[in-house]
């Protein structure tokens, strides 16, 4: 493994920017996650450090030596696709040893077989081994596709939304799994995802795109609590964080133009009277959605809650965010 590291890094598709100017550093053994909307430049990202494609400015550095000019199968990354990539008429035993039988490598058969046993077992898929990729599920044709990556020991391994084509339940379970891999192994991810639960859970890192400029880097926890404008804030948390009119609350300070309020932000039981619009009972926790000065808000509150609609609720903010015109952060 190595610190990867991308140094103002810009690409263009005719005209638009899909990567402009972007700095970033991907420690050893981190979790990085890239978060934004499609056409954000999280895939480009993926495909500059994979070698897929060539910046047009810029260099891509892995493990300090700079990486321009080699091609993919010589950067020691392993990609995971959102499709599976699996060659069906193959077992999974034949899939997982597929990587390793390249002349490139050079592999011994002795060692080609300890890594699928070593991978196969941490992926809990040994019992598979002489099917047929076909014959697979879902959640299984993944985790052989992570275990086609796994198997290289490359130095970063690129996600590109792995997880987003299955079941929720899948998705949870290998959320799990995947970290409890990489903090086993101790791997470097470079990991691509819509989903901000994903990077909440998972990441040790998130990279916050927007229109292909790296807007914010930091720990989930610190972009969470300390969000550098609107966008970024509105990247984590769920519910998503609720924007009003800076002035609905009073107090607000100069330049601001937005006040943003996450839940655990919203104090109930005291302040001013909001109404209570429904009540979204969800097991752990209970959403309440209101109505203050004609906007509304969602925020949580006791499980076993009493309330209903049309009951009033007493709320003043805590510690809020404020933003000003342009959307960034002014306190």
Do not use: W
């Amino acid at each position: 493994m190595a610190e990867v590291i991308l140094k103002n890094i810009t690409k263009k598709f005719g005209e638009a920017a899909a990567l402009d100017n972007v700095t970033m550093i991907i420690p050893n053994g981190s979790f990085v996650v890239l978060l934004g909307p499609t056409g954000a430049g999280k895939t480009t990202t993926l495909r500059m450090v994979s070698g897929l494609d060539k910046p047009d400015t810029g260099d891509v550095l892995i493990g300090g030596q700079s990486v321009a000019g080699l091609a993919p199968a010589q950067r020691n990354v392993a990609m995971v696709f959102q499709q599976y990539s699996l060659y069906p008429h193959l077992t999974v035993r034949e899939n997982l040893a597929f990587p390793l039988k390249s002349p490139l490598l050079k592999t011994p058969a002795a060692e080609i077989e300890r890594k699928i046993k070593e991978v196969s077992e941490v992926l809990q898929i040994s019992h598979k081994l002489d099917n047929k990729a076909t014959a697979l599920s879902g959640g299984e044709m993944q985790r052989v596709s992570i275990g086609r990556a796994l198997v290289r020991n490359p130095t970063i391994f690129l996600m590109d939304e792995p997880l987003s084509s299955l079941d929720a339940k899948l998705r949870a379970d290998l959320r799990i799994e995947l970290k409890r891999i990489q903090a086993k192994s101790g791997a470097t991810l470079l990991y691509v995802t819509h989903d901000q639960i994903e990077a909440m859970t998972m990441a040790t890192h998130v990279g916050v795109l927007e229109q292909g400029k790296l807007v914010q880097f930091g720990s989930p926890r610190e972009i969470y609590e300390n969000p550098v404008s609107i966008y970024s804030a509105s990247r984590l948390g769920q519910p998503r964080i609720n924007l009003l009119p800076a002035s609905v609350f009073g107090g607000a300070p100069n330049r601001a133009c937005q006040i943003g309020l996450r839940p655990e932000q919203i104090v109930q039981g005291e302040g001013e009277e909001s109404f209570v619009k429904r009540v979204e009972h969800l097991g752990d926790q209970t959403r309440l959605h209101l109505s203050f000065k004609n906007h509304n808000l969602i925020t949580v509150t006791d499980a076993h809650t009493k309330l209903t609609e049309g009951d009033i609720v007493r709320i003043r903010p805590e510690r809020p965010f404020y933003f000003d015109d342009a959307g960034m952060r002014v306190a």
